[in-house]
């Protein structure tokens, strides 16, 4: 039987990936007792990954790129001290293969599976890889990619294109019909839909816009909008100034867990970071979008943003046009059907529903091949 160690944390980008090829791999015999996942103290996956039903440990890291000093010598000790607990981990676990998608923990876990003799399989979620997976990418047997865009930063002999592996229970609502998806936020089919998300943690500019025009927006359109946990007291506050009328077509959530995939399938029009995991959602519901990259992940972000937007099914915008751009830019494209109706079918057509499956068919043959 295949036993396979993942390491994918930080980011839902990463993450989700991760987790539908787990499903993937489950639904071709890999028994969740041959799954191990490792990842850090405080992330996203100690939540999400005993929900999944998979075993996590947890190691000792922390980012080493664009923090101070002394944080950078002592969270570079900590991944240091990392490879030992990784290499013992792995030494328990005997994997036969490796998937990991980036972030800090990618170098000790990589360092030790090379020690371990364990074949690397990396998948880049993003069109362009960070810094920690270009620093192990030359220890991977393989490194599947999102889009063929990624070409330009793999070597062709490592590059396998699978696609992003969208969540299953997201995929499931492309079984719905809008008015059914419409349906489960209370809202009507006579009105275009916005659909407004950050992030789990939230994104202030973003959410700081909306606010702003909301009174607008609320006046022709409705919108369904995720604030991320940390901004959501504010997103609250707000909403308390909105009147009845107002509050009649819109939604705002912290966080929505079992229908981020009724959200994605009841709009029209997203807008969003252009973090990873818009490179394979959006076009998985055929969506068209208004990216706002990340300031401080700006060359990754705006990278995958340009890719959209190059095959014609996003536009881009920067957080300081938020402000005046926004509302334009938005009352434009629900304002135009044709174009967004030619957005939708470009995002229709970079979708690849089979991609988890293809990232858990690369890791099964990774096995075989080293079995």
Not at 124 to 135: H, T
Not at 141 to 170: C, F, I
């Amino acid at each position: 039987m295949s036993r396979i160690v993942i390491c994918a944390g930080g980011t839902g980008g990463g993450i989700y990936p991760a987790l539908a090829a787990t499903q993937a791999l489950q639904a071709m015999g890999v028994t969740p007792d041959n799954l191990l996942w490792i990842g850090t103290r405080g992330e996203m996956e100690e939540e999400l990954v005993p929900r999944a039903g998979i075993r996590l440990e947890r190691i000792e890291g922390g980012a080493i790129v664009g923090v101070p000093l002394r944080v950078k010598v002592m969270n570079g000790l900590k991944l240091v001290k990392s490879i030992g607990t990784a290499y013992r981990l792995l030494g328990r676990f005997r994997p036969q293969a490796m998937l990991m998608t980036g972030g800090y923990l990618a170098v000790p876990v990589a360092l030790a599976a090379r020690l371990r003799r364990v074949p690397v399989v990396i998948y880049l979620p993003d069109v362009e890889p960070g810094s920690a997976i270009k620093a192990v990418m030359p220890l991977a047997h393989k490194v599947a990619v999102t889009t063929p865009g990624s070409a330009v930063y793999v070597p062709a002999r490592k590059m396998v294109v699978t696609g992003y592996p969208v969540r299953s229970n997201l995929r499931q609502a492309l079984t719905l019909s809008r008015a059914a998806a419409l349906a489960q936020f209370d809202l009507t089919t006579e009105r275009p839909t916005l659909f407004v998300f950050g992030g789990s943690r939230g994104a202030w500019h973003i959410n700081k816009a909306l606010m702003a025009i909301l009174p607008q927006l609320l006046a022709d359109y409705q919108v369904i909008h995720i604030s991320g946990k940390l901004t959501w007291p504010q997103v609250e506050a707000n909403m308390a100034t909105l009147s009845q009328a107002e509050r009649t077509y819109y939604r705002p959530y912290a966080y929505l867990h079992g229908r981020m995939g009724a959200a994605f399938r009841a709009a029209d029009l997203v807008v969003a970071r252009a973090g990873a995991s818009m490179l394979g959602e959006a076009p998985a519901f055929g969506l068209p979008a208004v990216l706002v990259p990340l300031t401080f992940a700006w060359r990754y972000q705006k990278v995958n943003a340009d890719y959209l937007v190059s095959h014609g099914a996003a536009v881009c915008l920067r957080d300081e046009q938020l402000e005046s751009d926004l509302w334009p830019t938005v009352q434009a494209l629900l304002q135009d059907s044709e174009r967004l109706a030619q957005m939708g079918a470009a995002a229709q057509a970079l979708d690849q529903p089979t991609a988890a499956h293809n990232l858990a068919q690369l890791l099964y043959t990774t096995v075989q091949a080293y079995d």
